[in-house]
T-cell receptor, first 112, second 115 residues
Framework: TQLLEQSPQFLSIQEGENLTVYCNSS?????LQWYRQEPGEGPVLLVT?????EVKKLKRLTFQFGDARKDSSLHITAAQPGDTGLYLC????????????FGKGTKLSVKP | KAGVTQTPRYLIKTRGQQVTLSCSPI?????VSWYQQTPGQGLQFLFE???????NKGNFPGRFSGRQFSNSRSEMNVSTLELGDSALYLC??????????????FGPGTRLLVL
């Protein structure tokens, strides 16, 4: 059973378009993180959201944590080819970050 | 500050063999976690070590084991390799303060192919 469901699995868009990636669960998480992974590299942390309803912005990326801390979304405005990669959400339960539960990821391709 | 390093980067083994992978965390980090990444299952947690002790463990068979040394470097071992063990093995380090806001830093991974 996958505790964190990400959708869509694949997304191919043109440069300049907007997109939203979703991360849903029936479980409550202490925090939720978003990572981006490029081929041949490990995931790189983009943001951590902790409070239900929290919204964080990172340039053209907007992250939201659901009120019940069970779901999250990542919205990218005016996507660029450099945004191409695998976007992963990961939830932490309890007090330790050493045991993250990952979604399977959304593979984003932004064409120029 | 040097990042997390993993060796080797690529490895080819045959079924039944065993393999040892190494991870050097960021200086000052005391927690090292290991993950297995496959196209079908995504990233799955294997175990976490903190101060040379296993602090958390995922749902993997006993063929998967690990250890951590006094300098925080960690190794994971997979015995009696199976074809399904082919994957990217990632390690991540953090300060280990057991805070859910703490950041984990991932290494580039070791890609293991079992033939």
């Amino acid at each position: 059973t996958q505790l964190l469901e990400q959708s869509p699995q694949f997304l191919s868009i043109q440069e300049g378009e907007n997109l939203t990636v979703y991360c849903n669960s029936s479980s409550v998480f202490s925090s939720l993180q978003w990572y981006r992974q490029e081929p041949g590299e490990g995931p790189v942390l983009l943001v951590t959201v902790v409070t239900g309803g929290e919204v964080k912005k990172l340039k053209r990326l907007t992250f939201q944590f659901g009120d019940a801390r069970k779901d999250s979304s990542l919205h990218i405005t005016a996507a660029q080819p450099g945004d191409t990669g695998l976007y992963l959400c990961a939830g932490a339960r309890g007090g330790s970050q050493g045991n993250l539960i990952f979604g399977k990821g959304t593979k984003l391709s932004v064409k120029p | 500050k040097a990042g997390v390093t993993q060796t080797p980067r690529y490895l080819i083994k045959t079924r039944g063999q065993q393999v040892t992978l190494s991870c050097s965390p960021i200086s000052g980090h005391r927690s090292v976690s290991w993950y297995q990444q496959t196209p079908g299952q995504g990233l799955q947690f294997l175990f976490e070590y903190f101060s040379e002790t296993q602090r958390n463990k995922g749902n993997f068979p006993g063929r998967f084991s690990g250890r951590q040394f006094s300098n925080s470097r960690s190794e994971m071992n997979v015995s009696t390799l199976e074809l399904g063990d082919s994957a990217l093995y990632l390690c991540a380090s953090s300060l280990g303060l057991a805070s859910f806001q703490e950041t984990q830093y991932f290494g580039p991974g070791t890609r293991l192919l079992v033939l």
